[in-house]
């Protein structure tokens, strides 16, 4: 995947009032948040975990700042109670930059389980969830992010491997 898809991506974040953003590391999604990384409009800060990413998200929008949260779908399992107790109880809009993983040619079998999971987790707690497949679904993202800020909820962005262009 070239770089300026990583640049776009961030362009969005920003365009959007994004200044605070939180990563877990992930090979697919290093681009973007090395791209995120270099920004000087963009407070990151590193989690060390998902859930905790979430706190750090929360804590941001109570500071006043648009939050964004880049991680794995993995561990999506972990951000239940915080997405719901947290998150969603107190309307704070949060997108989510989730690598998709577990997909058909995903090399490390116990990726596939949380796979089968992750929409029907994100469908149970009613969060809004788009899938890009393609390099050209990022032209969607700007919608998404405005529409996700205008209704106060979090939303998903499930990137797979066939975006980043392969595993």
């Known amino acids: 995947m070239p770089s300026d898809i990583n640049v776009r991506i961030v362009d969005d974040l920003v365009a959007n009032g994004i ?3 939180t990563t877990v590391p992930c090979k697919q999604l290093a681009g973007v948040i090395a791209e995120v990384d270099a920004r000087k409009d963009v407070l990151h800060v590193p989690s060390n975990k998902e859930d905790e990413g979430m706190g ?3 804590g941001a929008f109570m500071g006043g700042r648009r939050p964004c949260i880049i991680m794995q779908n993995t561990a999506l ?3 239940i109670n915080a997405l719901a107790t947290l ?3 107190y309307r704070m809009p949060l997108p989510m930059l989730i690598s998709y993983r577990g997909e058909v040619g995903e090399p490390v079998a116990c990726q596939v389980e949380m796979a089968v999971h992750t929409k029907p987790l994100l469908a ?4 809004p969830t788009y899938h890009f497949h ?3 679904d990022v032209e969607e993202l ?3 992010l405005k529409h996700g800020f205008m209704a106060g ?3 998903a962005i499930l990137t797979d491997a066939t975006f980043w262009g392969g595993y």
Request: hydrophobic letters at 40%; a positive charge; charged letters at 10%.
């Open 56 to 58: 750090l998200c929360a």
């Open 142 to 144: 700007d919608g998404i």
């Open 77 to 79: 399992g972990v951000t």
């Open 19 to 21: 200044s605070f953003v």
């Open 134 to 136: 393609r390099q050209s």
């Open 124 to 127: 149970q707690l009613n969060i």
């Open 87 to 89: 998150i969603q109880y």
């Open 153 to 155: 909820k979090p939303v």
